[in-house]
C-alpha cells in the first residue's frame, strides 16, 4: 500500500501496526515555539482586565468569563470600554458571546458574526 493510499483511505485492511501512539510529553518543546496563543480569564473587577490587555497587545487572544457580572452591570460597561480602546489600537476585535463570554482578538484577527 502506498503512502498515497494510506492517506487517502485507499482499500486495504488496517492493523494496530498502521498507527503510532503519540504521547503529548514528545511535543513540549513545540509549545516554545509558538507565537499565538489562546487565554482563558475570568473578569471579577476592572483590574482583572489589566493581564487581558497585555496578553492582547502581545499578540495573543483572549476568551474572558464574565459570570460575575450582568450585562447591565457599570463595571462591566468600564471592562468593555477598556478592551474596546485595546482592540482598536491593535486593530483586533472583540465579541460577546452569549452572556458569559467575550472573546478579545490580537491585530489582524476578526470574529465572525456569523455561524457556520
Known amino acids: 500500500m ?9 482499500s486495504g485492511s488496517r492493523s494496530v501496526d498502521d498507527y503510532v501512539e503519540l504521547d ?7 509549545h516554545a ?20 490587555k497585555d496578553a492582547v497587545y502581545d499578540g495573543d487572544f483572549v476568551i474572558a468569563d ?3 457580572h450582568s450585562t ?13 480602546q485595546v482592540v ?3 486593530d483586533g476585535d472583540i465579541v460577546q458571546k452569549g452572556d458569559d ?6 491585530t489582524g484577527v ?5 455561524k457556520l
Open 110 to 114: 476578526k470574529v465572525s458574526r456569523q
Open 88 to 90: 482598536q489600537e491593535v
Open 66 to 68: 464574565i459570570t460575575r
Open 101 to 106: 463570554q467575550i472573546i478579545v482578538t490580537p
Open 33 to 52: 515555539e509558538t507565537g499565538t496563543q489562546v487565554h482563558f480569564a475570568e473578569i471579577g473587577d476592572q483590574s482583572d482586565v489589566i493581564p487581558i
Open 2 to 10: 502506498g503512502i498515497m493510499s494510506k492517506i487517502l483511505g485507499g
Open 72 to 84: 447591565s452591570d457599570r463595571t462591566i460597561e468600564h471592562v468593555y470600554d477598556e478592551l474596546r
Open 24 to 30: 503529548s510529553d514528545d511535543f513540549a518543546d513545540a
